[in-house]
């Protein structure tokens, strides 16, 4: 069974710092892709970033693009988002979510989410 | 960038019933890469529809797909309790790989 599991979230001042983990489990996970979704409470999804199996590809969103580094670790089954320059606009709930094949865009699973407050 | 928009925004319709929701595209989608997602209050959402037309493990075959290039559609051909909630479509064949702003499904 496929299981993601996301952490890191919390509250966080305007121009600070966070670091989310998805811990990952139950598939292969250097064979997936991988994206971040996030949704602002009671609104529609936002497409955030993406990174290929092997990790040699990431993609970006314009709204986070220059702030926000995705990565992976594929030894410890871990996917990252590090976010920096955070801003009142980026709180929502995080999803971590698995594609299917290396290069997939898709988003087949779903973690519960973490949620990132952008608040002073 | 590829805009999405779905239409209606608002289905409003009883058990039994037949849903068909449309996702529009500002330009072609490449390969047809496009995905269907509902999602319920307070639950993450689950991915119904991939590639236009292939259904997700364990999705109902009241769940199908059609569609290409621009014009994309959802039916769900007997609506059933549990089939009430929202309804995202996502284009996955260009970065950025957008979400449309959802269509949501309520009894009517």
């Known amino acids: 069974e496929v299981q993601l599991l996301e952490s890191g979230g919390g509250l966080v001042q305007p121009g600070g710092s966070l670091k989310l983990s998805c811990a990952a489990s139950g598939f292969t996970f250097s064979n997936n892709a991988m994206t971040w979704v996030r949704q602002t409470p009671g609104k529609g999804l936002e497409w955030v970033s993406a990174i290929t199996g092997s990790g040699d590809n990431t993609f970006y969103a314009d709204s986070v693009k220059g702030r926000f580094i995705i990565s992976r670790d594929n030894a410890k089954n871990t996917l990252f988002l590090q976010m920096k320059s955070l801003r009142a606009e980026d709180t929502a709930l995080y999803y971590c979510?698995?594609?299917?094949?290396?290069?997939?865009?898709?988003?087949?699973?779903w973690g519960q989410g973490t949620l990132v407050t952008v608040s002073s | 960038e590829i805009v999405l928009t779905q239409s209606p925004g608002t289905l409003s319709l009883s058990p039994g019933e037949r849903a068909t929701l449309s996702c529009r595209a500002s330009?072609?989608?490449?390969?047809?890469?496009l995905a269907w997602y509902q999602q319920k209050p307070g639950q993450a959402p689950r991915l119904l529809i991939y590639?236009?037309?292939s259904r997700a493990t364990g999705i109902p075959d009241r769940f199908s797909g059609s569609g290409s290039g621009t014009d994309f559609t959802l039916t769900i051909s007997r609506l059933e309790p549990e089939d009430f909630a929202v309804y995202y479509c996502q284009q996955y064949g260009s970065s950025p790989r957008v979400f449309g702003q959802g269509t949501k499904v309520e009894i009517k």
């Open positions: 979510t698995k594609g299917r094949g290396e290069l997939s865009g898709s988003c087949h699973d």
């Open positions: 330009q072609s989608v490449p390969g047809n890469y």
């Open positions: 590639s236009a037309a």
